[in-house]
């Protein structure tokens, strides 16, 4: 028997679900501020560790990978808001991060040769302090950018890049 007579436009859980979902494990887990969002993660170590191997054993570990890193290159990397533009933060952190583990090869590339990617993640990402008397804050992106890049060439195939295409 059909439950719904159309299809949502995202795979997602239902409210009710998540809700009773979230309160049986809420004991368990631990709320975390990250590129100004809201993160979830487990409260004790050995939980996170018995989860990664439990569920992301081998494949499935790359396929997770790769779903974030879709998921992630889907947004944009600016929005307005409020006749300002915001720079999504998440997707400057996560998005060479999660291209890497999913061993998505090509979309990597073009992502650490994007200029306007490149520029927003030293712009705008990783802020090292904020001055109390100004508020002017001084970003360390390229840091991390550094470490985007480290990451990936442990990693990255000799066939890869753009002779590979």
Not at 84 to 97: I, M, Q
Request: with cysteine; proline share 5%.
């Amino acid at each position: 028997m059909r439950r719904a007579f159309h299809r949502p436009p995202e795979q997602r859980l239902p409210v009710v679900v998540w809700s009773r979902f979230y309160f049986d494990l809420e004991p368990y887990l631990i709320e975390r501020s990250a590129d100004g969002a809201s993160l979830l993660g487990f409260f004790h170590r050995q939980m996170g560790e018995v989860a990664e191997e439990d569920y992301l054993g081998g494949e499935a570990k790359r396929a997770r990978h790769e779903q974030l890193a879709r998921y992630f290159s889907g947004q944009p990397l600016f929005a307005v808001r409020d006749d300002s533009k915001a720079t999504n933060l998440r997707k400057l952190s996560e998005l060479p991060f999660q291209q890497t583990g999913g061993a998505l090869w090509d979309a990597l590339y073009e992502t650490l040769t994007d200029f306007e990617f490149l520029e927003a993640k030293c712009t705008y990402s990783g802020v090292i302090s904020v001055a109390k008397d100004t508020g002017q804050k001084t970003y360390g992106g390229v840091y991390e950018l550094i470490e985007d890049y480290r990451r990936a060439l442990a990693v990255f195939p000799e066939a890869a890049g753009p002779t590979s295409r």
